[in-house]
């Protein structure tokens, strides 16, 4: 039997082995989380950080690149794992839009898995198939004076958080009706 003797004063007690492990176990993990705490003051200046895919326009960014999107210090900045920061000053946006797209996930599974549900029950799959993602654009100028744009992939919810972190420090954010209003008027000039 797995027992260890403890001796306490002048008695002494039989602790099951997995006991004292669980014991060491519980006493480490409270250990670190203290430790944990004591360092977060480090990024007290980063005011939105979140995981994106930079889609494209970043120049220095890969297409389709996975990484972190976050505003400190006055820039946007996105870096993936260990590669360099790609950043641009706040004060160079000139205009930011937030659209919203779903994904099926699933991929090749799902979809065998769609076709063989019989009786059309693949549809109601694909109904609880897809994800909710937020795209984020933006127009800014870049040190060289050029206009350039920047299209951004965030989890639902992130993007609307980014914009209006975005014009609280005073960036322009398009919305639906004003890209509207703009399309009708180039269409109504050519007629």
Do not use: W
Not at 55 to 80: C, D, M, P, W, Y
Not at 91 to 114: A, C, N, R, Y
């Amino acid at each position: 039997m797995n027992v260890a003797a403890t001796l306490v004063g002048d008695r002494s007690f039989r602790i099951p082995r997995s006991a004292m492990m669980v014991l060491i176990l519980l006493l480490g993990s409270t250990a670190g989380l203290f430790a944990k705490k004591g360092s977060g003051t480090a990024n007290s200046t980063v005011v939105f950080t979140a995981r994106a895919t930079h889609l494209l326009g970043f120049e220095g960014a890969r297409k389709n690149s996975t990484g972190t999107l976050s505003i400190q210090h006055g820039v946007l900045r996105f870096q993936k794992g260990s590669d360099p920061a790609v950043q641009v000053t706040i004060d160079s946006v000139q205009d930011v839009f937030l659209g919203d797209e779903s994904k099926q996930v699933g991929g090749l599974p799902m979809t065998v898995g769609k076709a063989a549900v019989p009786f059309g029950g693949g549809r109601v799959v694909s109904l609880f198939a897809h994800k909710k993602y937020d795209v984020l654009s933006m127009e800014y100028v870049a040190t060289d004076g050029g206009v350039h744009g920047a299209i951004f992939e965030l989890s639902s919810g992130q993007g609307r958080r980014l914009r209006d972190e975005l014009t609280a420090l005073g960036v322009h954010a398009s919305s639906n009706d004003e890209r509207k209003q703009s399309k009708m008027e180039v269409s109504n000039e050519r007629n």
